[in-house]
């Protein structure tokens, strides 16, 4: 727990398109925090072609928090760069996230600061609870089988398993700017902004926790549809650079999940027969960690299906 020490964490909220019901969800887990020094930073970029904008700013304007700061974007910047105004505004001495339409648990903050200060750590990241729009858990992710934390094996375990979501992340703001915050890419923003952060030799932990619930929805946004499919493809061509620094068996693994990816992201938009060509491959390209992975999936949602 925190005594004396009372440093300001930001928490930067892109928003686009949502509906005063979700983003006042967001705000709210975090203006009810037991962590008292919080600064909440909302950009909408939205732009004024958005019918619905003018109820946004009304939300924000009824709220009368001098720590509540809400700005609009000129135009479309998407989410990386709209994260990274977030991150210019802010005057925190950490800096986290969270996306319009998830929630902090109430000791997301005040916990993983005090995380962070008793391991003077530049990065941590934790557990994160994946929901249905319904309220149903479909994925926990999790990080116990990390055997350490040199930078050389995080690098190899986050090209294979991925250190993320956005929302568990907590920077060192200083550190945050140093890497150049987040790359403007169609998929994988956070994926590249933990790969900046390993190969700057960062200190990097896990705290390992769930305080944050995140959602997925029907419209899927920038996670489904042609922008996830191309998204992948890229992020899978990016990978490849870092393939002679990997064993066979870890190469073949991120083969595994880039189709398992696909063959999701094509069931998304209907195109049943791309899905299945993308699963038949999921399945030849490792049968091995086909098998592992399903089993893992069906065990992690019994474990945590109480968070």
Do not use: W
């Not at 994925?139 to 375990?157: G, M, Q, S, T, V």
């Amino acid at each position: 727990m925190l005594t004396n020490v009372r440093p300001k964490v930001s928490v930067v909220i892109p928003t686009y398109r949502r509906t005063v019901e979700y983003i006042s969800r967001a705000v709210d887990s975090v203006l009810n925090q037991t962590y008292p020094n919080v600064e909440i930073i909302v950009i909408d970029d939205s732009t004024s072609a958005y019918d619905k904008q003018h109820e946004t700013k009304a939300y924000f304007d009824s709220l009368g928090r001098d720590n509540v700061i809400y700005l609009q974007n000129e135009k479309n910047l998407n989410g990386a760069l709209t994260r990274n105004r977030g991150i210019e505004v802010a005057s925190g001495d950490y800096i986290t996230f969270l996306d319009d339409d998830d929630e902090y648990l109430p000791e997301k903050i005040e916990k993983q600061l005090a995380f962070m200060l008793e391991n003077g750590c530049d990065v941590s990241f934790t557990d994160l609870a994946l929901y249905s729009a319904e309220g149903t858990m479909v994925d926990y992710r999790e990080y116990n089988a990390i055997e350490h934390f040199d930078n050389d094996y995080l690098l190899r375990y986050h090209l294979t398993r991925h250190l993320t979501g956005t929302p568990t992340f907590m920077f060192k703001a200083e550190k945050l700017r140093e890497i150049g915050s987040f790359d403007s890419v169609k998929v994988g923003q956070e994926f590249r902004l933990m790969l900046k952060a390993i190969l700057a030799g960062l200190k990097i932990a896990y705290m390992p926790q769930c305080h944050v619930k995140a959602y997925r929805h029907p419209d899927g946004g920038i996670s489904g549809g042609a922008n996830k499919i191309a998204g992948e493809k890229e992020l899978f061509a990016f990978k490849q650079q870092f393939f002679p620094r990997l064993s066979k068996a870890e190469r073949r693994f991120i083969r595994f999940r880039y189709h398992a990816v696909l063959a999701a992201g094509y069931k998304r938009t209907g195109k049943y027969g791309n899905m299945l060509a993308e699963a038949v491959k999921t399945v030849l390209t490792s049968p091995v960690d086909f098998i592992k992975e399903a089993l893992k999936i069906v065990k992690k949602l019994k474990t945590h299906s109480s968070v």
